[in-house]
């Protein structure tokens, strides 16, 4: 089960930090992501951290630079540092989980999602 936390209002150039805490038991090599689903668009990759101890990492093109995903194996837990904020980065965010050591964009390859969490951004 993940349970994903942090969302909210913001001005654009102001950031956020989103979390998602999976339980149950779980290996070190896993992959943990970000997706998002902006209003009438499609579900869009946002971030993954994969291997061991989450050593490799993958951003969608359209936050490379702006959002930093990082990991917390003790904790099960994944973050998600949004900065700085766009108009455009409003969305619903969803964490998800692969049990597999190998990165993916493609949302097909994830097993589990929690249950999105809604970031507003104003311009």
């Known amino acids: 089960q993940l349970q994903a936390s942090g969302g909210g209002w913001v001005q654009a150039g102001g950031s956020l930090r989103l979390s998602c805490v999976a339980s149950?038991?779980?290996?070190?090599?896993?992959?943990m992501a970000w997706f998002r689903r902006a209003p009438g668009k499609e579900r869009e990759f946002v971030a993954a951290s994969s291997g061991w101890r989450g050593s490799s990492v993958l951003y969608g093109v359209s936050v490379k630079g702006r959002f930093t995903i990082s990991r917390d194996n003790a904790k099960n837990t994944v973050y998600l540092e949004m900065n700085p904020l766009k108009a455009e980065d409003t969305a619903v965010y969803y964490c998800?989980?692969?049990?597999?050591?190998?990165?993916?964009?493609?949302?097909?390859?994830?097993?589990?999602w929690g249950q999105g969490t809604l970031v507003t951004v104003s311009s």
């Open positions: 998800a989980f692969r049990l597999a050591g190998l990165g993916s964009v493609h949302e097909v390859d994830y097993s589990y």
């Open positions: 149950g038991r779980t290996s070190s090599s896993y992959t």
